[in-house]
T-cell receptor, first 114, second 114 residues
Framework: AQSVTQLGSHVSVSEGALVLLRCNYS??????LFWYVQYPNQGLQLLLK??????LVKGINGFEAEFKKSETSFHLTKPSAHMSDAAEYFCAVRMYSSASKIIFGSGTRLSIRP | GAVVSQHPSWVICKSGTSVKIECRSLDFQATTMFWYRQFPKQSLMLMATSNEGSKATYEQGVEKDKFLINHASLTLSTLTVTSAHPEDSSFYICSASRRGDEQYFGPGTRLTVT
């Protein structure tokens, strides 16, 4: 069975500092991996996804994530935080078929200090 | 492209009444639609998966008679919460997928039952 664990329900960084949001997955085979962002009272926006190929994935808004099979991790990073990055971030996993359900992690709230 | 809308964005209803939420794929045909529920400060939990023209598949613990899902066309799915109670108050999010592609999420519907 697939599962996703996000370490840290709340992360706070200073503006301009590195953002690191941690995600580990559990799956019998490498799945598709996603990071989504959710602003208050809004739906989800896809930041980036890993399917196959290059393990370092670049997304929107300067975010990137690296798929590490040996560590079963897919951590999200951004070199320099901006105030507008404050939001809820969800790591998610899905098997190969698009009809398969997405399993979401519990979410990490990112706060940015001025 | 790949825009999903939901209507209404916000609804208040009295306990015991029913409320219908629409999910539309605006610029593509969605072979599969998904309905999620999100309680405050929690992650998204999949409620059901529906394919056009067939019955929805509900996740364990979701009452199919209470949460009626209809996927009558390739661009529209509806979720009807029947005999709503305050504990049904939540944020409901749909997503739509076209064959061989990822899920695209709607903006969500905030349901408050008084």
């Amino acid at each position: 069975a697939q599962s996703v664990t996000q370490l840290g329900s709340h992360v706070s960084v200073s503006e301009g500092a590195l953002v690191l949001l941690r995600c580990n997955y559990s799956s019998s085979v490498p799945p598709y991996l996603f990071w989504y962002v959710q602003y208050p009272n809004q739906g989800l926006q896809l930041l980036l996804k890993y399917t196959t190929g290059a393990t370092l994935v670049k997304g929107i808004n300067g975010f990137e994530a690296e798929f590490k099979k040996s560590e079963t991790s897919f951590h999200l990073t951004k070199p320099s935080a901006h105030m507008s990055d404050a939001a809820e971030y969800f790591c998610a996993v899905r098997m190969y078929s698009s009809a398969s359900k997405i399993i979401f992690g519990s979410g990490t709230r990112l706060s940015i200090r001025p | 492209g790949a825009v999903v809308s939901q209507h209404p964005s916000w609804v208040i209803c009295k306990s015991g009444t029913s409320v219908k939420i629409e999910c539309r794929s605006l610029d593509f045909q969605a072979t599969t639609m998904f309905w999620y529920r999100q309680f405050p400060k929690q992650s998204l939990m999949l409620m059901a998966t529906s394919n056009e023209g067939s019955k929805a598949t509900y996740e364990q613990g979701v009452e199919k008679d209470k949460f009626l899902i209809n996927h009558a066309s390739l661009t529209l799915s509806t979720l009807t919460v029947t005999s709503a109670h305050p504990e049904d108050s939540s944020f409901y999010i749909c997503s739509a997928s076209r064959r061989g592609d990822e899920q695209y999420f709607g903006p969500g519907t905030r349901l408050t039952v008084t």
